[in-house]
């Protein structure tokens, strides 16, 4: 079935930015990669963990979107 996701990486490892390292990072663990060519982002996606319920939240990582963004946004 195929997904789309935020970032392309092993954790720990950096996210990658090109088919390429997908298939470095990944090699047989995924039977396709489509290739889109190199992506123009320098940061990585915030993510944003919502799942405590109510006005509950917690930033897992912070990349394009500052906390301080996200926690206007939240209010």
Known sequence: MPITATSANLA????????NCVLEQFGDLIPMIVDGGQTVRTLPTTI??????????????EGAIPTHEIALALQ
């Open 48 to 61: 944003v963990d919502l799942s405590g319920g109510g006005n509950s939240w917690m930033i897992l990582r």
């Open 12 to 19: 720990g490892l950096p996210e990658c930015t090109s088919a």
